[in-house]
């Protein structure tokens, strides 16, 4: 896998990937898709071990983005499916898979030709200090 500079992300990308790694996502992998894809710059893909913990990466995702005033078009999420997305733009979408799902989409596959780093959360998460908002208020 590919290294990656951190301080070279776009705010977005650091913001999603610390909130992933603060609420427990595993297998999470950074897609630079610049210059493939047009619709976004950046895939955040990981995987969620229950329906509760998407649904609650979903929610921090969407009340921090809106404390930062960074840009959120939505989420795509569905009870059931196992497969869920942030989309916050040209900079970023977050894809959160349960495991079979991603297995089964697998859009490290899809997208082979972007590079494909795994993160690590010691780059993103520092233990003396928290990203995430004091509110637990839900969307």
């Not at 899809?110 to 494909?116: A, F």
Request: aromatic share 8%; hydrophobic share 45%; net charge negative.
């Amino acid at each position: 896998m590919n290294e990656i500079n951190k301080e070279e992300l776009p705010e977005a990308v650091s913001l999603a990937a610390s909130i992933l790694f603060q609420l427990r996502a595993e297998t999470v992998e950074l897609m630079d898709l610049r210059g493939i894809k047009d619709v976004t710059d950046f895939f955040l893909v990981a995987t969620c071990e229950s329906e509760a913990q998407m649904q609650a990466i979903l929610n921090e995702l969407t009340k921090e983005f809106k404390a930062r005033k960074l840009s959120s078009l939505g989420v795509e999420y569905k009870s059931g499916v196992r497969w869920a997305i942030f989309d916050a733009g040209l900079d970023l979408m977050v894809h959160l898979f349960e495991e079979t799902k991603r297995e089964e989409i697998s859009l490290e596959r899809l997208y082979s030709d972007g590079v494909i780093t795994m993160l690590n959360e010691n780059d993103f998460v520092s233990s003396a200090s928290s990203t995430m908002a004091d509110s637990d208020e839900l969307i």
